[in-house]
């Protein structure tokens, strides 16, 4: 196999958490005899610096031209001003939507050799593995009318949420599929008592349920999930919902494993690589963290994570994917943690020595 990967390692410890990513890559790919081919491209404020804009045309072409994009994390306080004509986080709308990635995957896992690192009781978060799969180009984030108009005090501001129906079936559609391989619930979430496009996500997604009768099915008012979530999060299999409710439950569920250093995701379009894979663009859902940037202490674990989802869902490449994900448990039974996830009487690691042990644990 040659695996052709985009890197975007983006801004603030984007590039170091993506070396490390980058590493692991290379040692599965050394191990099994596969040609690793990793094109850089810029993305993000670094773009903006570089060429004025957040996503260069030669961007989009490199990570189209990719079987898969590894993604590290856009922005910072240097391309934060509101009013800017250029923002980072366009840079990564942007490419979602030139990629169609519409499916947006982050599972939430919590480890035991981490549970203290949650704010929640133990008993609360024990156990607890969802999978929260977001649409991802469609409804707020890209609905137009959007912006502004008039002067004080008659300021007005719109922004406009639509969905088709075919964008909410192969989103639900998605999910089931997924839900199939892990422990068959499919949980929707809407607003449908105040929505129209709510209204609209429950019709669909209840249709599609109709096809997947092997699969547990419920509604929850996204209100009433926010509540769940931390009320009971071991009940939940695939959250299944629109782009801002994604955006918003997928942060509060990520608290529930402690840290963000830990969560990764992947974004799936129709297109299919190479290999009849779905392209994909992984990332950890943290930030740029410029206040720990260039100094070696950020967590990899995030963004190697998320490159093994890359073996599991761009190359079908399953064995190599759990070995990853195996080799970061044991990292983590041993005692290592970076510096965000530390407890007392634990080894921490820089960044670089993280991904060492990785690679280290790789085949044992
Ligand atoms: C995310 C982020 C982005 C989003 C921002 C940076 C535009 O919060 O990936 O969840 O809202 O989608
Ligand atoms: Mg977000």
Known sequence: MNLS?????GDGIGPEVVAEAAKVLRAVADRKGYTLELREALLGGC??????????AATTVACQAADAVLLG?????????PKAPVRPEQGLLGIRKALGLFANLRPVKVYDALIDASSLKPEVVHGVDMLIVRELTGGAYFGQPQGRSGNPPNRQAVDTTPYTEAEIARLMRMAFELARARRRKVTSVDKAN????????????????????DVQFEDVLVDACSMYLIRTPRNYDVIATENLFGDILSDEAAMLAGSMGMLPSASLGEALNQYGFRRGLYEPIHGSAPDIAGRAIANPLATILSAAMMLRWSFGLNMEADSIERAVEGTLADGLRCKDIASPGATILGTPA???AIVERLWR
């Open 5 to 9: 990967i985009c890197l975007l390692p």
């Open 47 to 56: 773009a903006i610096d570089a060429t004025g804009e957040a996503l260069p």
């Open 73 to 81: 994390a856009v922005g910072g306080p240097k391309w934060s001003d």
């Open 194 to 213: 105040v929505l129209a496009t709510s209204r609209l996500w429950r019709e669909v997604a209840h249709e599609v349920a109709v096809d997947y009768p």
């Open 354 to 356: 993280m991904g060492d």
